[in-house]
Protein backbone atom coordinates (compact mmCIF):
# COMPACT_ATOMS: atom_id res chain seq x y z
CA UNK A 1 0.00 0.00 0.00
CA UNK A 2 1.35 3.61 -1.32
CA UNK A 3 1.17 6.08 1.29
CA UNK A 4 -0.17 9.58 0.28
CA UNK A 5 2.06 12.31 -0.52
CA UNK A 6 1.10 14.92 2.17
CA UNK A 7 2.07 17.86 -0.01
CA UNK A 8 0.05 16.84 -3.00
CA UNK A 9 -2.65 19.63 -3.35
CA UNK A 10 0.14 22.86 -2.36
CA UNK A 11 1.37 25.13 -5.09
CA UNK A 12 4.79 25.53 -2.98
CA UNK A 13 7.25 23.07 -2.93
CA UNK A 14 8.30 20.79 -0.17
CA UNK A 15 11.31 21.79 0.50
CA UNK A 16 9.82 25.86 1.05
CA UNK A 17 7.35 24.58 3.04
CA UNK A 18 10.14 22.60 5.18
CA UNK A 19 12.09 25.37 5.40
CA UNK A 20 9.45 27.37 6.18
CA UNK A 21 8.34 25.72 9.37
CA UNK A 22 12.03 24.54 10.33
CA UNK A 23 13.21 27.94 10.50
CA UNK A 24 9.55 28.84 12.99
CA UNK A 25 10.22 25.83 15.06
CA UNK A 26 13.94 25.67 15.00
CA UNK A 27 14.77 29.22 15.78
CA UNK A 28 12.74 31.96 18.15
CA UNK A 29 10.91 34.01 15.49
CA UNK A 30 7.86 35.04 15.07
CA UNK A 31 5.77 34.57 11.68
CA UNK A 32 6.37 37.50 10.50
CA UNK A 33 10.21 37.20 11.08
CA UNK A 34 9.96 34.06 8.83
CA UNK A 35 8.02 35.61 6.28
CA UNK A 36 10.35 38.54 5.96
CA UNK A 37 13.62 35.81 5.81
CA UNK A 38 11.86 33.88 2.97
CA UNK A 39 11.18 37.27 1.40
CA UNK A 40 14.49 38.04 1.62
CA UNK A 41 15.89 34.77 -0.44
CA UNK A 42 12.75 35.34 -3.01
CA UNK A 43 10.16 33.52 -1.68
CA UNK A 44 6.75 35.23 -1.71
CA UNK A 45 4.94 33.46 1.33
CA UNK A 46 2.51 35.33 3.89
CA UNK A 47 2.71 34.96 7.11
CA UNK A 48 -0.93 33.07 7.40
CA UNK A 49 0.31 30.50 5.01
CA UNK A 50 3.29 29.40 7.62
CA UNK A 51 1.31 28.93 10.35
CA UNK A 52 -1.17 27.21 8.59
CA UNK A 53 1.75 24.88 7.12
CA UNK A 54 3.38 24.69 11.24
CA UNK A 55 -0.22 23.62 12.24
CA UNK A 56 -0.52 21.06 9.38
CA UNK A 57 3.10 20.10 8.72
CA UNK A 58 4.62 20.33 12.29
CA UNK A 59 3.90 17.07 13.87
CA UNK A 60 4.85 15.16 11.02
CA UNK A 61 8.30 16.87 10.86
CA UNK A 62 8.75 16.06 14.89
CA UNK A 63 7.50 12.74 14.54
CA UNK A 64 10.71 12.02 11.59
CA UNK A 65 12.92 13.80 13.81
CA UNK A 66 12.65 12.26 16.45
CA UNK A 67 12.89 8.92 14.57
CA UNK A 68 15.88 9.83 13.52
CA UNK A 69 17.20 10.70 17.01
CA UNK A 70 15.82 7.32 18.10
CA UNK A 71 17.41 5.48 15.44
CA UNK A 72 20.68 6.85 15.68
CA UNK A 73 20.96 6.51 19.40
CA UNK A 74 20.13 2.84 18.99
CA UNK A 75 22.96 2.32 16.17
CA UNK A 76 25.27 3.65 18.35
CA UNK A 77 25.04 1.38 21.52
CA UNK A 78 24.52 4.88 23.66
CA UNK A 79 23.71 4.57 26.76
CA UNK A 80 23.12 6.55 29.98
CA UNK A 81 25.88 6.93 32.65
CA UNK A 82 26.58 7.80 36.24
CA UNK A 83 29.87 8.96 36.94
CA UNK A 84 29.57 10.53 40.28
CA UNK A 85 26.89 10.40 42.47
CA UNK A 86 26.52 11.94 46.27
CA UNK A 87 23.73 9.83 48.43
CA UNK A 88 22.27 10.93 51.73
CA UNK A 89 22.13 7.98 54.09
CA UNK A 90 21.06 8.71 57.89
CA UNK A 91 21.41 12.53 57.28
CA UNK A 92 25.31 12.46 55.91
CA UNK A 93 26.49 12.39 53.00
CA UNK A 94 27.98 9.66 51.17
CA UNK A 95 30.37 10.15 48.15
CA UNK A 96 30.10 7.34 45.56
Known amino acids: MTRRCPFKYFKTSR ?7 MMYVRF ?27 HRFG ?3 AAEI ?10 SQ ?4 LDEMFVKINGERHYL
Open 66 to 75: RKRRIEGMRS
Open 78 to 81: WRWH
Open 59 to 61: PMF
Open 15 to 21: EIIRLAV
Open 28 to 54: PLSLRNVEDLLHERGIDVSHEAVRFWW
